[in-house]
């Protein structure tokens, strides 16, 4: 059973940095194609960044030059670095995670098996 845990989350001024981490344990992180997704309030959840099993890497056009996905496969942890925060990304952070060998929904919800909680970022003006 793949488990999915983050951390990371906090409050930030906007402008701030925050790095997420989301501990892959259950299976190998290496054999996980994996996303981040964020779910502000009253809003559908949506897609953040994803990394390939083989370290390919895709955004939102939002957060392209702000936001680096990566993957420490020793550690089986993947991370969320997020630079120049804007009160708008205040959400609810969710790691996600398929097994799939190409994942063609990867920026859909409906494209990942495992989910973990969440962590809450919190960006204040």
């Known amino acids: 059973q793949v488990h999915l845990e983050e951390s990371g989350g906090g409050l930030v001024q906007a402008g701030g940095s925050l790095r997420l981490s989301c501990v892959v344990s259950?299976?190998?992180?290496?054999?996980?194609?994996m996303a981040w997704f964020s779910q502000a309030p009253g809003k559908d959840r949506e897609f953040v960044g994803h990394?390939?099993?083989?370290?390919?890497?895709y955004y939102r056009d939002s957060v392209k030059g702000r936001f680096t996905i990566s993957r420490d496969n020793n550690k089986g942890t993947l991370y969320l670095q997020m630079e120049n925060l804007k009160y708008e990304e205040t959400a609810i952070y969710y790691c996600?995670?398929?097994?799939?060998?190409?994942?063609?929904?990867?920026?859909?919800?409906?494209?990942?098996?495992?989910w973990g909680q969440g962590t809450q970022v919190t960006v204040s003006l």
């Open positions: 259950g299976t190998f992180i290496s054999a996980l194609n």
């Open positions: 996600a995670a398929d097994e799939r060998r190409f994942n063609f929904r990867y920026n859909e919800v409906g494209g990942y098996d495992y």
């Open positions: 990394i390939t099993r083989d370290d390919r890497k």
